[in-house]
C-alpha cells in the first residue's frame, strides 16, 4: 500500500515540475517574436530642437517678432515728438501718454506671447500624443529628463515633420492702441 502513495507522489512532482518549467519559459517568451521585445516603448523628444526646426514655431516666434517691432516704432514716434515738443506741458503730456502706451503694449505683447506658446504647446502636446499612440509607446519623455537613451527612441524629427503639417491660425494681431 506504500508503492502507489509513492508513485502518485512522483507523478505530482513530475507535473509540478513539468508545469514549472513550462511557466518559466512563458515567463521568458513573452516578449513575442524579437522584432516586438526591441520595440522602445518609450518615446524621447528634444524640445528645442523642435522649437528650432519646426515651421510652426518659426511662424509663432515671427508673429511676436513683428508685434515687437511695431511697438517699438510707436514709441520711438513717441519719444521722437516728445524730445520736438517746444512747451514744457506738452512734453509731459506726452510723456505720460506714452507711459500709458508702453503699459499697454508690454500687457498685449505679454498677453499674445502667452497666447501663442499655449497654441503652440497645445498643437506639440496633441501631434505628440498621436504619434506615442501610433507607435505604442507608453510615454514620451522630453531630452533633458533621460539620462541615457538609444537614438532609436528619439522621435525629434518625426515630431518636427508632423508639426509642420498642421494649420494653426493664431487669429488677428492685438491692438497695441491703449483702450479709452
Do not use: H, W
Not at 29 to 35: I, L, Q, R, V
Not at 86 to 101: C, F, L, N, P, S
Not at 148 to 158: G, K, P, R
Amino acid at each position: 500500500s506504500d508503492a502507489p502513495d509513492k508513485d502518485e507522489m512522483m507523478k505530482k512532482s513530475v507535473i509540478l515540475g513539468g508545469l514549472l518549467a513550462l511557466s518559466m519559459f512563458g515567463l521568458m517568451g513573452m516578449g513575442g517574436n524579437k522584432e516586438e521585445a526591441v520595440k522602445p516603448t518609450v518615446g524621447i523628444v528634444q524640445t528645442v530642437q523642435v522649437y528650432e526646426q519646426s515651421k510652426l514655431a518659426k511662424l509663432a516666434t515671427e508673429r511676436l517678432e513683428k508685434l515687437q517691432s511695431e511697438a517699438m516704432a510707436r514709441l520711438e514716434k513717441e519719444m521722437s515728438a516728445a524730445e520736438e515738443a517746444k512747451d514744457d506741458v506738452k512734453k509731459q503730456r506726452i510723456q505720460v501718454e506714452m507711459q500709458q502706451q508702453l503699459y499697454t503694449m508690454q500687457a498685449a505683447l505679454e498677453a499674445e506671447q502667452q497666447k501663442v506658446l499655449q497654441t503652440l504647446q497645445g498643437v506639440m502636446q496633441k501631434v505628440i500624443g498621436a504619434c506615442r499612440a501610433e507607435k505604442g509607446m507608453t510615454v514620451v519623455l522630453e531630452a533633458g529628463s533621460a539620462l541615457s537613451y538609444d537614438q532609436a527612441a528619439d522621435i525629434t524629427s518625426e515630431i518636427v515633420t508632423r508639426l509642420d503639417q498642421e494649420k494653426v491660425d493664431f487669429g488677428p494681431l492685438p491692438s497695441l492702441e491703449p483702450a479709452p
